[in-house]
């Protein structure tokens, strides 16, 4: 008798915005060319996007592992979840977009699904897995392209003060105002009271 057990696949780590950790691999310049589209959504501050690109997901589902990934790379800024994981299993025909909480609004299910079968499947077909990716990346960027800028908007939001900040600094700015009225005050009213003293002692001097 053999003991059975279950075969836990270990995610890859992030080495990058592509990992081509199967054995189909793009040329050089393709990579290349990957990584600047995907260089070009982070700086727009809109989607952080990171692609895998394996033989096998098994014994997980491409969902599960997809999942999986997301949880290990926590790709997206922290604030404001904008993270996309693409996941490429070339020998079992199957991909998934796993999506950010941040842009599921955007990119939801049905949309990716669509993105993937309409885009994707058919330069699959053809063996075009570069081309595949490359039509997904760009659709994404399409997609989000009237998205407010999510982590320009975030530092927006920190570094715009609130109402309350505002009366405060208005008071702040009264109160000294008020403060520095008084102090004049004061400072003439003895400027006066000794001009009178100095002249009552010139009087009796006389």
Do not use: C
Not at 55 to 80: F, L, R
Not at 83 to 92: H, L, M, N, R, Y
Not at 167 to 186: K, N, Q, R, T, Y
């Amino acid at each position: 008798l053999f003991s059975t057990f279950t075969y836990s696949q270990e995610i890859p780590d992030l080495k990058g915005r592509v990992n081509f950790n199967g054995s189909y691999q793009p040329t050089e310049s393709q990579k290349q060319e990957l990584i600047k589209s995907l260089q070009d959504l982070d700086k727009s501050g809109k989607v952080q996007m990171a692609i895998l690109v394996v033989d096998s997901v098994k014994p997980y589902t491409i969902e599960q592992y997809s999942i999986k990934v997301a949880e290990k790379w926590k790709v997206g800024q922290k604030n404001v979840n904008n993270g996309v994981i693409f996941v490429v299993a070339t020998k079992d025909k199957k991909a998934r977009l796993e999506v950010g909480r941040g842009l599921e609004g955007v990119l939801t299910d049905a949309l990716t699904s669509r993105i993937q079968k309409d885009k994707m499947v058919p330069l699959f077909k053809k063996g075009d897995f570069f081309g595949g990716i490359k039509a997904v990346v760009e659709e994404v960027k399409v997609h989000t392209a009237k998205e407010i800028p999510t982590v320009k908007a975030e530092m927006d939001k920190q570094d715009k003060p609130s109402s309350n900040s505002i009366a405060i600094i208005v008071a702040s700015i009264f109160g000294v105002g008020i403060f520095g009225f008084f102090f004049w005050l004061l400072n003439n009213n003895k400027k006066k009271k000794l001009k009178q003293e100095e002249e009552l002692i010139a009087l009796r001097q006389q």
